[in-house]
C-alpha cells in the first residue's frame, strides 16, 4: 500500500552539478533530477538556490543577457512540470520592477504557485549579497507576473496540498535559515508542516556538522519537517569549495542526507510523517501557547492552496516501500555509541529515582524477590548500585528467591548466583507450603492432587510471594523493591493488587522489556561484575521468559510468556507507536511491516546473534496487534494503580499520574475496526 495512505509525504532534495553562467543547461539538468524525482513517487522536489544560474556567478548576475536566459530557463522547468506530479522549488535571480531578488520560485502542474525572495543578505566574509540584491522586505508589491500569470511573491507565503492532509510548506532561501529568528519560524506558526531552505552554501571546515545541527535543531523546535540542499560541483572554486550537502530532517532526526563532494547529480528521497509532526503539535500545548502569543503575526502569512493529486505518484513508480528508517527497536538504538548513551542514561534515571525515594523516606533497607528472570535481575543491579551511590552496605539489600510448583533448577540456581555475587543478603523462602494451604482453603482441585493449573493457581503463587515480601518489609524495616516492567503493563501480564503488581516503589515501570534485554547485555561488558554474576546474566538474558507458574509438560516445555501473549518484541513495537503518537491501529501494522517483515533490511544491534534476529508475516502482526489492543484497553485499572518509579523515556510512561490518563472502562471497539478495516 501506497507510503501516502499512511499519512506520509516523499520529499526529495536534488543536487545537479551546476553549469555556470548556463541557465539552458541549469534548466535541462533540473527537469531530468525532476523526472527522477517523480518516478520516485515525490510529492515536493526542491532544488538549490540561484540552481537556474550558478550561486558562483557574482557581477554577472547583473547581466540582461544572463537574467533574459534564467527567464527563459524558468519556463521551460514550468513547462516541464506539466509532465511530471512533483510540486519544484528552483532557485533563480528575478527582476521585480527595479529591482534583483534572489528568489525560490515554487511551481507545479504547469504554473507557477509563488515566489519567495530571501529575506536576509549576507555581505561579511565571502558574501556579498547586498551589491546585487533587495531584500524582501523592499518589496513594494505582494504579488508579480511571471509567464501569463500574476503569482503571489513574498516570504510569507505557506502553500497547501488541499488534497494530501497535513503537507503545508514554506520556502525560505539560505541565509534565512541562519538567523535567530528565521522566517519559516513563523510559517511553523501559522501552521507549515515542511520548512525548506534552497541555498547555495559554500563548505569550510565543521561546515558540514555545523549543518547537520541546524537541520535538526529546527526541525526539532518547530516540530516540523526540514528540507535543506545547497550548492554542488561546478560553482566556480576561485576561492571557495561547494559540497553539494542536502538534508531532510524530522522533529530533530535526519531522515536522508547526500554525500557530499560528489560531481554527479544526486537526489535524496525521505518519507516525512505528516501525522507524527500533528500529533506531536496536538500534544505540545507551549508551541499553541506561543502561536497565541504571536497570532497577529501568523494571521499575516498567506496560504496558497494546490492541487497536488497524489494518485499520480504512482504511476510509472512503486512507493509501497517507505523511504526512512523505521527502527524495531524504537526504545533502543542500533548504533553502538547512541545505544550506550542510552543505556547509561536509563540506568542512571533509574538509581537515581530509587536514591531519592530512599533519601525521602529515611529508610536504609531494601527487599526484592529476586526469580532468576529478567526484571528482577536488572532491578537487583539497580539495588546495589542505588547502595554503592549512598556508601551503604549491600548486604542491606535483603533478596529472596520464592521457588513455587513450577520453579526450574537453572533459575533457582541463578538467583542464588546473582544474590551471592553480588553481596547482597540472599535467602530462599519456599512459598509452596502457604500456596497449598491458600488452595485447600480455597477448595481448589489442585489441593486434592488434581493437575488443574488455571489463573487462580498462578496467581495464588504471585500473590504468596508478595505477601512475604510486604510483610518482610515490615519486619526488617525495609521497602518493597518492584520488578514488574513497562511492557507487562501494557498487556496486563501482571497479578492486580496482592500480586506482582504492587510495590512500594518500581524502578522497572517504565522500562520495556526489549530495553531491559539491552540493558543486561549492556551490563555484562561495562558493568565489571565479577565473573559469576556475568555467567549468571548470560544466561538469564538468553533464556525463555517464563512467570514459571506452570509446571513443564510431558515433553518437559516450560510455560512460555511470549507463546500465550506474543512476541515482546513487536509488542514494544505497538505499544510506542500507539501511547507516543497515538497512530491508527492500521498504520502501526503497515510500520511494522516495514520494520519486522524482512530481516535482512535494515540495521540491527550487534548485542543481536542471527538466530535472535527475526521476521514477522502481515498476518503475525496483525494477529497480535489485536492481542495488544485488546490487552491494552482491558487493564487499564492495572496501571491506575500502579506504584511510584521514575519516567524513563519520552514513549514509555503509562502511569496515571503522568503520561498517561485513561479510564479503565474504556472498549477496544474503535481501534479494533479501525485495525480490520470494518465499514
Excluded at 158 to 170: K, M
Excluded at 230 to 249: H, N, R, Y
Excluded at 251 to 271: C, Y
Excluded at 387 to 409: C, E, K, Q
Aim: hydrophobic share 40%; charged share 20%; aromatic share 8%.
Amino acid at each position: 500500500m501506497s507510503v501516502y495512505s499512511h499519512g506520509f509525504a516523499r520529499i526529495a532534495a536534488a543536487v545537479p552539478p551546476v553549469a555556470l553562467a548556463d541557465p539552458a543547461e541549469n534548466a535541462a539538468r533540473t527537469i531530468a533530477l525532476l523526472a527522477r524525482a517523480h518516478d520516485e513517487g515525490s510529492a515536493l522536489v526542491a532544488f538549490p538556490e540561484l540552481g537556474l544560474c550558478g550561486y558562483s556567478v557574482d557581477d554577472l548576475v547583473q547581466q540582461d543577457a544572463l537574467l533574459d536566459a534564467v527567464m527563459d530557463a524558468l519556463m521551460a522547468v514550468v513547462e516541464a512540470t506539466r509532465r511530471y506530479s512533483p510540486v519544484v522549488l528552483v532557485g533563480a535571480p528575478l527582476r521585480i520592477d527595479d529591482a534583483l531578488y534572489n528568489c525560490a520560485v515554487v511551481v507545479h502542474d504547469g504554473r507557477v504557485l509563488g515566489v519567495a525572495p530571501k529575506s536576509y543578505l549576507p555581505n561579511y566574509r565571502e558574501f556579498y549579497e547586498q551589491r546585487y540584491f533587495a531584500a524582501a522586505r523592499d518589496a513594494v508589491v505582494d504579488t508579480v507576473t511571471l509567464g501569463d500569470h500574476e503569482v503571489p511573491f513574498g516570504a510569507d507565503l505557506i502553500f497547501e496540498a488541499v488534497d494530501l492532509p497535513g503537507l503545508r510548506f514554506h520556502v525560505e532561501v539560505c541565509e534565512d535559515g541562519w538567523v535567530p529568528i528565521p522566517p519559516s519560524t513563523w510559517a511553523a506558526l501559522a501552521g507549515a508542516t515542511l520548512l525548506v531552505n534552497v541555498s547555495g552554501s559554500p563548505v569550510t571546515v565543521g561546515k558540514e556538522e555545523y549543518r547537520r545541527s541546524l537541520a535538526a535543531s529546527h526541525s526539532a523546535r518547530n516540530v516540523a519537517a526540514h528540507v535543506y540542499v545547497a550548492s554542488g560541483f561546478g560553482e566556480s572554486t576561485t576561492d571557495l569549495a561547494w559540497d553539494g550537502d542536502a538534508l531532510i530532517a524530522e522533529n530533530g532526526a535526519i531522515l536522508a542526507r547526500s554525500e557530499t563532494f560528489r560531481t554527479d547529480a544526486q537526489l535524496v528521497v525521505a518519507d516525512v510523517d505528516l501525522d507524527r509532526i500533528r500529533q506531536e503539535r496536538s500534544r505540545m500545548i507551549s508551541m499553541r501557547d506561543q502561536v497565541g502569543d504571536f497570532a497577529d503575526r501568523a494571521r499575516e502569512l498567506r496560504r496558497i492552496p494546490f492541487e497536488l493529486d497524489p494518485a499520480e505518484f504512482v504511476s510509472g513508480s512503486s512507493v509501497d516501500d517507505l523511504r526512512r528508517t523505521v527502527a524495531r527497536f524504537p526504545f533502543v538504538p542500533t548504533g553502538v555509541a547512541d545505544r550506550d548513551e542510552r543505556c547509561r542514561e536509563v540506568l542512571d534515571i533509574q538509581v537515581q529515582g530509587l536514591v531519592g525515594r530512599l533519601n525521602a523516606t529515611g529508610i536504609r533497607k531494601i527487599i526484592i524477590g529476586v526469580s532468576g528472570g529478567l526484571d528482577s535481575t536488572l532491578a537487583l543491579l539497580v539495588a546495589t548500585a542505588a547502595f554503592d551511590l549512598l556508601g551503604l552496605p549491600r548486604s542491606d539489600i535483603h533478596a529472596y528467591t520464592m521457588p513455587g510448583f513450577a520453579t526450574g533448577d537453572a533459575t533457582l540456581a541463578r538467583s542464588h548466583v546473582l544474590m551471592d555475587s553480588l553481596g547482597v543478603t540472599g535467602n530462599e523462602l519456599d512459598i509452596r507450603p502457604s500456596c497449598i494451604q491458600m488452595l485447600t482453603d480455597l477448595g481448589h482441585p489442585f489441593s486434592d492432587g488434581e493437575p488443574v493449573y488455571d489463573v487462580t493457581f498462578e496467581n495464588v503463587q504471585a500473590g504468596e510471594r508478595t505477601s512475604h515480601l510486604f510483610r518482610l518489609a515490615n519486619y526488617l524495616g525495609g521497602i518493597v523493591l518492584g520488578t514488574g516492567d513497562l511492557s507487562e503493563l501494557a498487556l496486563g501480564w501482571c497479578t492486580y493488587g496482592v500480586g506482582d503488581q504492587m510495590s512500594h516503589y518500581n524502578v522497572n515501570g517504565s522500562v520495556p522489556k526489549t530495553l531491559i534485554q539491552h540493558l543486561i547485555r549492556w551490563k555484562i561488558t561495562t558493568g565489571g561484575y565479577p565473573d559469576a554474576t556475568v555467567g549468571a546474566l548470560r544466561e538469564i538474558v538468553d533464556d525463555v521468559i517464563s512467570p514459571e507458574l506452570v509446571p513443564a509438560d510431558a515433553d518437559g516445555n516450560v510455560q512460555s510468556t511470549e507463546d500465550t501473549v506474543g512476541p515482546y518484541e513487536l509488542h514494544d513495537f505497538f505499544l510506542y507507536h500507539l501511547t507516543r503518537f497515538g497512530y491508527r491501529p492500521s498504520k502501526v501494522a503497515y510500520l511494522a511491516r516495514q520494520a519486522w517483515g524482512d530481516k535482512t533490511r535494515g540495521p540491527w544491534s550487534d548485542m543481536l546473534t542471527d538466530a535472535q534476529r527475526n521476521e514477522y508475516d502481515d498476518a503475525t502482526i496483525a494477529t497480535w496487534l489485536e492481542v495488544f489492543l485488546k490487552r491494552f484497553m482491558a487493564n487499564q485499572f492495572k496501571r491506575t494503580a500502579m506504584p511510584n518509579g521514575p519516567k524513563i523515556g519520552s514513549g514509555g510512561s503509562l502511569s496515571p499520574r503522568g503520561d498517561w490518563r485513561s479510564p479503565s472502562d474504556a472498549p477496544s471497539t474503535a481501534w479494533l475496526h479501525e485495525l480490520r478495516g470494518d465499514d
